[in-house]
């Protein structure tokens, strides 16, 4: 049992927390007064601030934010971590960030004496409650080696992507995959509904066939089909992973034919169904271009 810093408790933030506090006494701080009290309510200790968070005396200072913007904020910016933080310290950060944006922080905390390491998760919030998120991380091997224990807490899933920042590059390569997936599937779906096929027919032998992916698997039945449930993940978050993978792209001349193509079919989603919506809203940009709606067809089937 150790102490541990934690800044962010969102929607996925507030899971890893949770798996933590199981083991650790966690010092907690978000913009949002009722996140931190969720969490307080289960054991946790409310800190006054990022710098609240520093001065608790905890060695490692968890990061997990909209994106690298606030990470930086959080650290830099007024009642900042990195002011308050002791030379020693580790801040993992599991934000899906930017790589590059990444390597400058860190480069800027190394400069106090305080490393800092890039560690994205992947698998949602269930798979984050349920202990068996995938964990990139970005470091060298010693400060991978320091901050496996903690992690372990969280899901035995840990992987070491190579240097500062190839987490977060591995998990946006790994979104924008997905979010592809994704929208290939959706469009199959409806097409496949057009055509006459039971939704959870569809999804069931997709899942045994060649198109199969974790999107033919879980998303369709568990949370499309059954009514576009809110899966824990925003729509924006994900347009945010798709801009920040093509800029890698960009950023290593790496042309991105298909991300592009997805990013762009995000951004008109948004802008049709509003920046709040959960990822499962997406779905109806497909029912509707083709004229179908998968949840009735499944309810009337
Ligand atoms: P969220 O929008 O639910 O939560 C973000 C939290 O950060 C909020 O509670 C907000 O109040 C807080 N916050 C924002 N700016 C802050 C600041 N300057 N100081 C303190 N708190 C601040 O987001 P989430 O779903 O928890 O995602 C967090 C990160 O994890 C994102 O980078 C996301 O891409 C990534 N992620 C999420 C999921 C998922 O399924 N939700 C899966 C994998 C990765």
Request: with cysteine.
């Amino acid at each position: 049992m150790s102490d541990i810093g934690f800044i962010g408790l969102g929607n996925m933030g507030a899971a890893l927390a949770r798996r933590l506090m199981a083991e650790h006494t966690l010092h907690v701080w978000d913009l949002n007064p009722a996140a931190v009290e969720a969490l307080v309510a289960d054991g946790a200790v409310a800190a006054n601030g990022p710098a609240g968070v520093g001065a608790s005396g905890a060695s490692l200072v968890i990061t997990c934010l909209p994106t690298s913007a606030q990470v930086g904020e959080v650290l830099f910016g007024a009642d900042g971590l990195a002011d308050a933080l002791a030379s020693g310290a580790l801040v993992a950060d599991m934000t899906t960030g930017d790589p590059l944006a990444t390597r400058e922080m860190a480069a800027r905390l190394a400069e106090r004496g305080i490393d800092m390491i890039d560690a994205p998760v992947s698998g949602g919030v269930i798979g984050a409650e349920q202990g068996t998120i995938a964990i990139m991380v970005g470091a060298p091997e010693a400060l991978f080696e320091k901050v496996r224990p903690a992690f372990e807490a969280i899901s035995p899933n840990i992987f070491h992507a190579g240097e500062t920042g190839s987490g977060h590059a591995m998990k946006l390569v790994n979104n924008m995959i997905s979010s592809c997936v994704r929208l290939a599937t959706f469009e199959g779906l409806a097409l496949a509904v057009k055509a006459g096929i039971e939704p959870t027919r569809f999804a069931e032998i997709l899942s045994k066939s060649s198109g199969r992916s974790y999107v033919a698997d879980t998303t369709l039945p568990k949370f499309i089909i059954p009514g576009r449930l809110d899966q824990g993940f925003g729509l924006a978050l994900m347009y945010k992973d798709l801009s920040l993978a093509t800029k890698l792209g960009q950023d290593m001349k790496a042309p991105l034919m298909t991300g592009v193509h997805a990013r762009e079919v995000f951004r008109m989603a948004l802008n049709e169904l509003g920046e709040d919506v959960d990822i499962s809203q997406i779905m109806k940009i497909f029912e509707h271009a083709a004229g179908v709606d998968v949840c009735e067809a499944q309810k009337s089937a």
